[in-house]
């Protein structure tokens, strides 16, 4: 990862619920940051590649996120939809250090796929 | 006619000739099988009837265990029906006992009076169970564990008393205890000998497995010797020689069992231990057979099913006319049916010194496997926690083979070496053909594959159905669902079982959550590592359902898990296409008042609610709030007394009423009151699938009683209650399940009926679907016909209803709760 990225400190990990998520706002929109069972963090851009659900408010299981409105399935480390369904949502840059949790924004746009978002 | 007729017996008889009656004694499992293997080999020769004690027809005595444990019900342990024996040509005399046999005249005489003829006479009247020798045994509340009425004893008891003693630690007293705990009971096993299961267990395995069961609760006095039941009346406790008395509402004896052999004795057949017979199954008076429990073979008596079903083959064709079957006794084996405890013992493991033992233990997996050898011969063999390799190391016992050549892995099981062993499928292609698969039935593998090749099978019903294989006890289907895989190769399409829960697991909703009440699941983790989860967490599907279950079989235990909830639940509102959400505040039965109004108005004035409608389910819905401003809308709702409307839930949404008596022209009972107390009884539960309700004061129904979960509809004389309806995707009317006089019995039987749903229906299966699969009837059977189990239902219902009549909203709005859904992590930028 480019070791010149930005990070901008949004919160501590023990902050998000496990198996959960929290919103962190941005002038850009929301991005939605995800703690699995497992503690690892991650964080996508708070808009279901179907129809703009809030991934926040999904169902958090293994690596992936399950879509409040109609039930897609998301992978929290690419934010490309399961198969059967096509798409993908911008993925942002995590950092975790003693505990707290950074995002690398630069570059944060809506809709522009960022991280592992292949088609973006 | 002759006992050793002559001629092929099958399809040969002339239909003029009178054919042969052949009288059968014993409705149970030998000697059905009896007549089962006859029909096969010659049928049409008898004219048959049978006689049985019990008033059903045939079913499967080993399955009793999981009907106490609530595990399977009496219908589904029924190997024969009544139409069965119709279409047989059987007559079947059930509940009638066959008192006395007239051998000179050839004829049986039951209790009430009926007398039949015989040419052939078997008898198949099973065992008792043994009665110790002490005082107090004939009090009421002491039984045995031998029949359905047995069964429905134990679970009367565990609906009316607390403390249950079961005397014995063998195989049926541990079945008993572990149903007995499961349905409520504290148990207490007594035991004579230091470990449990002394004659199929070696002290090893005995103490594992009395360590798991203690985990679930049970309780254990080992070395104990009964000296009295007491009680007055009534069983109150059970005294030990060394003075200690154990409270007890209910005694079950387990201590062993006895040929039923009084008949045969007081005919004047040779008896011994129980009847004799000779290797044709013949007692002493050639034209009466015996097969079953009350057999003494060769000094040998059975009580196991395996034996049993290999002396009815041999009946059966001496009844068919053959000459030369014949029975040479047989070595057993034993499983506990207990879910969750593998357990697996066969033949002799008394070692003395000319054996060789070899013993593997992994306490981590709580695995136990010992094998004793003689002369490079299995000998005996105990497998605890880990029986894959049971029936391999049965048959080498049963054929004496020498595994010198396999010796130095023999305890790693079978499938060791190939590193194939996780993979039973291939153990199961390595097998020979003369390999058992069943052991209950004797089918070897060789008979599944060819049934399977000749027949076009494809499925363990038909496997079943065509070769006896798993239809006992069952625990070898997964063997036989191997062969199918095995033999098809491709073509097999897997069974048509109910479907996985989804695609982490390949239980069964059904399954599940049997298990959860059989094993005292607990947590979700519990459930996943138990059940063997194919995923770390589960999804979306199966962690909402597992912790309805939870919630559901441990009310007030279990915490609710409120990530495995969808988001409406979790955050007690309806979230919508844009994100924001809707909120409903409950009007109990449709009504509300200027104050409410006003508190609403206010509501929406305050945070720019976008729109305010009138929803169908008589109230209101404010749309478009943002979840930001949930908390604040909520605590203004509440501050006039308004509480969440559960519009979200699988749970009570609303309870629909029309004006009814007070104020309508037709009204002819108080159907707003009966809804207003309907929903404050019913508000806050959490069901499979969401559960509405409404009531209209006549039959003209404007409240549309009759699309409802339940409606209830007053007429003249009191209240109808309708069940089943649904108003959505498919329309479904209700069914009438009965009329009541009182608001008192409306209540109860809408409480037995939710939790009646609650327990048994599936995961998002609303009533509608659960009724048409399940039936009115069996809804009838457990509220209408059973006051004492509607009340016993209610009973559950209303406690579980004191944890969950908390409003979410006030525990959220001021109690603090789950703070943190509400507002950002932070704000950048
Ligand atoms: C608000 C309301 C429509 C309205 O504006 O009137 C409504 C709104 C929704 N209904 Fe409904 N239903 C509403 C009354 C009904 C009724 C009429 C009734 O209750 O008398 C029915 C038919 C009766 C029945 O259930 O048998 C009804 C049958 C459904 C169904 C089909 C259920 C079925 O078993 O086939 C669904 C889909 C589902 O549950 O899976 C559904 C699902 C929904 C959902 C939850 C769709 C969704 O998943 O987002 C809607 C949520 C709205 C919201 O956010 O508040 N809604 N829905 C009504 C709320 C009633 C209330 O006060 O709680
Ligand atoms: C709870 C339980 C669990 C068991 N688990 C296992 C297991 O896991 N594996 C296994 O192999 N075996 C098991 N068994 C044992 C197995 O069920 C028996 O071995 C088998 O049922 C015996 O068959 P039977 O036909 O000899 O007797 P039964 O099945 O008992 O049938 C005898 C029938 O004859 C009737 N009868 C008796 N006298 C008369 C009369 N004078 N007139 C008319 N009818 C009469 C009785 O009412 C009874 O219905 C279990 C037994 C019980 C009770
Ligand atoms: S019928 Fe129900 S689910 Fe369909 S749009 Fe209307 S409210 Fe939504
Ligand atoms: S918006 Fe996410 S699944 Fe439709």
Redesign the pocket.
């Known amino acids: 990862m480019d070791q010149s990225m930005k990070w901008t400190v949004v919160g501590q990990v023990e902050d998000i619920p496990r198996q959960g998520s929290r919103v962190v706002r941005t002038e850009s929109g929301n991005i939605a940051v995800f703690r699995t069972a497992a503690d690892e963090v991650f964080a996508l851009e708070d808009r279901c590649p179907h129809l703009g659900g809030p991934l926040s408010q999904g169902i958090v299981h293994g690596k992936r996120v399950t879509c409040p409105l109609h039930n897609w399935v998301i992978e929290l480390s690419s934010g490309e939809a399961a198969a059967p369904d096509e798409g993908c949502t911008g993925s942002i840059p995590v950092r975790v250090e003693n505990g707290t949790v950074s995002l690398g924004l630069a570059g944060f746009r809506p809709g522009l796929g960022r991280g592992g978002c292949s088609h973006g | 006619m002759s006992t050793q007729q002559i001629g092929m017996g099958n399809h040969g008889m002339n239909s003029t000739a009178p054919r042969e009656r052949l009288v059968v ?7 059905i099988r009896t007549v089962e293997d006859l029909l096969a080999k010659a049928p049409g020769r008898y004219d048959i009837t049978v ?4 008033p059903h027809p045939n079913y499967n ?2 399955m ?2 999981p009907v106490l444990a609530g595990e399977k019900t009496f219908d589904q342990i029924v190997l024969n029906t009544r139409a069965w024996y119709e279409e047989n040509g059987i007559r079947l005399i059930s509940g ?4 006395s046999i007239d051998r000179a005249a050839r004829t049986v005489t ?1 209790v009430s009076g009926l007398t039949v003829g015989y040419d052939k006479l078997l008898l ?4 008792n169970p043994f009665i110790i020798p002490v005082p107090g045994v004939d009090l009421p509340g002491v039984i045995g ?3 359905l009425a047995d069964v429905e004893a134990m679970l009367a008891a565990s609906k009316s008393g607390r403390h249950a003693v079961v005397i014995g630690g063998g ?2 007293g541990l ?1 008993a205890a572990n149903g007995l705990n499961i349905n409520g009971m504290t148990v207490t096993v007594i035991h004579l000998m230091d470990t449990i299961m002394e004659r199929q267990l070696d002290s090893s395995a005995g103490t594992m497995l009395q360590r798991e069961l203690e985990g679930r609760g049970l309780t254990f006095l080992t070395g104990a010797n009964t000296a009295e039941i007491v009680g007055e009346g009534r069983v109150q406790a059970v005294r030990l020689k060394d003075g200690r008395e154990i409270p007890a509402d209910l005694v079950v004896l387990a201590v062993g069992i006895r040929p ?1 052999m009084a ?1 045969g004795q007081s005919a004047g057949l040779e008896c011994g231990r129980g009847i004799k017979v000779d290797d044709a199954m013949v007692t002493s008076d050639p034209d009466i057979l015996a ?4 057999v003494e073979h060769r000094g040998m008596t ?5 034996p ?1 079903f290999e002396m009815a083959k041999v009946a059966a064709d001496r009844l068919a006319g053959g000459a030369e079957a014949a029975y040479a006794g047989s070595v057993t084996s034993t ?1 506990l ?1 207990v879910t969750g405890v593998d357990l697996f013992s066969a033949g002799d493991f008394t070692a003395d010194k000319d054996c060789e033992d070899i013993v593997f233990r992994d306490a981590s997996r709580g695995v136990y496997k010992r094998i004793v050898l003689k002369d490079n011969r299995v000998r005996g063999a105990v497998l605890y926690g880990d029986t894959k390799d049971g029936a391999w190391y049965f048959q080498m016992l049963k054929d004496g083979e020498d595994v010198t050549p396999v010796r130095d892995t023999l305890i790693f099981g079978q499938g060791f070496g190939g590193g194939e062993a996780a993979n039973p499928k291939a153990a199961v292609a390595a097998l020979a053909d003369s390999a058992e698969i069943c052991g ?1 039935n004797g089918v070897c593998k060789g008979a599944i594959v060819k049934a399977i090749k000749e027949k076009g099978l494809t499925s363990v019903d038909e496997v079943r159905a065509h070769t006896k294989a798993s239809a ?2 069952g625990t070898c289907t997964p063997m036989v669902e191997s062969v199918l895989a095995v033999t098809l190769g491709a073509a097999y399409a897997g069974e048509a079982k109910a479907k996985p829960m989804c695609k982490c697991t390949d239980r069964t909703h059904d399954e599940v959550r049997q298990a959860i009440k059989a094993l005292g699941l607990k947590s979700i983790p519990d459930v996943m590592q138990r059940m063997e989860w194919k995923t770390a967490d589960g999804c979306h599907s199966c962690r909402p359902a597992l912790n309805f279950y939870l919630l559901a079989e441990w009310p007030g235990e279990y915490k609710d898990d409120y990530r495995s909830r969808y988001i409406n639940e979790r955050v007690h509102a309806n979230i919508q296409k844009d994100g924001t959400y809707s909120v409903v505040p409950r009007m109990w039965g449709g009504v509300t008042t200027a104050n409410e109004l006003r508190a609403i108005a206010d509501v929406v004035d305050k945070f720019a609610i976008p729109q305010v409608k009138v929803t169908g389910g008589q109230r209101i819905d404010l749309f478009g709030v943002k979840k930001e401003d949930l908390p604040a809308v909520w605590a203004d709702l509440n501050a006039a007394g308004m509480v969440s409307g559960h519009a979200y839930a699988k749970g009570l949404r609303t309870v629909k009423t029309c004006v009814g008596s007070e104020w309508c022209r037709f009204g002819t009972q108080d159907s707003t009151g009966m809804g207003i107390k309907l929903e404050r009884m019913t508000w806050g539960s959490w069901t499979p699938h969401k559960f509405k309700m409404a009531v209209s004061g006549c039959p003209r129904n404007c409240a549309e009683a009759t699309i409802k979960d339940l409606g209830v509809v007053a007429v003249d004389s009191g209240w109808e209650i309708h069940v089943g309806g649904n108003g959505g995707i498919h329309v479904r009317a209700t069914d009438f399940l009965v009329k009541v006089e009182t608001e008192e019995e409306v209540l109860e039987y809408t409480g037995a009926y939710m939790q009646l749903y609650r327990e048994e229906a599936r995961y998002l299966e609303r009533t509608a679907p659960w009724i048409e699969r399940v039936g009115l009837d069996y809804v009838r059977t457990r509220i209408v016909d059973d006051p004492e189990n509607r009340k016993a239902l209610h009973a559950r219902f209303l406690f579980s209803q004191t944890f969950s009549q908390d409003d979410p909203w006030a525990e959220r709005a001021s109690g603090g709760v789950d703070r943190h859904e509400f507002s950002a992590l932070a704000q950048v930028g």
């Open positions: 004694v014993g409705n149970g499992m030998a000697g006689f049985g004690a019990e005595r080993i009793l265990s009638d006992r066959v008192e039951a198949a009247t099973g065992s564990f031998r029949d195989l049926l079945e039923n008949l097969v079953g429990e009350c059975y009580g196991l099913v395996a049993l499983k049916k209950c006992s006890c």
